[in-house]
């Protein structure tokens, strides 16, 4: 997967979105179930797996279901 050519925004050229990533968080809890921390690899996590659209540009709100329309 090449990296070359990063998507824009066709509207404004803003190149951040908002869009959904769905995971599993390892948490630390207490006795009684409830949460006390983030699992301290948590923050690598949040790369470890594939965000997916709908995209809304950040700066105008313009709507993309891919990052390549
Ligand atoms: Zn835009």
Redesign the pocket.
């Known amino acids: 997967m090449s990296e070359a050519k990063s998507f ?7 190149e951040e979105f908002y869009c959904n990533l769905r995971k599993h968080i390892i948490v630390i809890v207490n006795g009684s179930n409830k949460f006390l921390k983030e699992h301290k690899e948590v923050k690598r996590s949040y790369t470890d797996e594939e965000p997916y659209g709908p995209y809304e ?6 709507l993309y279901n891919e990052l390549n329309e």
């Open positions: 824009r925004c066709s509207n404004c050229g803003c540009c950040t700066n105008c709100g313009m």
